[in-house]
């Protein structure tokens, strides 16, 4: 029952109450090598499939994000990028790591726009 509750608040969060990232902003952070983690939300045949992942990303599926969170700790100090496909999933792990407390931001766009900038 918490745990419906939970998802509930976590769904209804407005958007624009956490914050955003481009894909731009995030490729001059890789290259200024930022205290960052690029974690990848899709299911690991996408991480693998046509669009690929950036390299260094961690894969994370959101349907395990909830359960699997503490993998995470050791990266606490860190801004952690949120990525999936095209920016929908990776709004709800965003939502679930700040609920969290981490520092977490959502790339807009995801992975198509990614490729679109490639």
């Given at each position: 029952?918490?745990?419906?509750?939970?998802?509930k608040t976590i769904e209804?969060?407005?958007?624009?109450?956490?914050?955003?990232?481009?894909?731009?902003?995030?490729?001059?952070?890789?290259?200024?090598?930022?205290?960052?983690?690029?974690?990848?939300?899709?299911?690991?045949?996408?991480?693998?499939?046509?669009?690929?992942?950036?390299?260094?990303?961690?894969?994370?599926?959101?349907?395990?994000?909830?359960?699997?969170?503490?993998?995470?700790?050791?990266?606490?100090?860190?801004?952690?990028?949120?990525?999936?496909?095209?920016?929908?999933?990776?709004?709800?792990?965003?939502?679930?790591?700040?609920?969290?407390?981490?520092n977490a931001v959502n790339?807009?766009?995801?992975?198509?726009?990614?490729?679109?900038?490639?």
């Amino acid at each position: 029952m918490r745990n419906i509750l939970w998802q509930k608040t976590i769904e209804q969060t407005p958007v624009k109450e956490f914050p955003n990232i481009t894909v731009a902003d995030v490729q001059k952070k890789i290259k200024v090598k930022n205290n960052i983690l690029l974690l990848d939300v899709r299911t690991a045949t996408e991480f693998d499939g046509p669009l690929g992942h950036i390299a260094g990303a961690v894969l994370l599926p959101v349907q395990e994000l909830e359960q699997r969170i503490d993998e995470l700790n050791k990266h606490k100090e860190k801004q952690i990028i949120v990525i999936c496909r095209s920016g929908n999933r990776s709004q709800t792990g965003t939502r679930i790591l700040i609920s969290h407390g981490f520092n977490a931001v959502n790339m807009l766009g995801g992975m198509k726009a990614w490729k679109d900038l490639q």
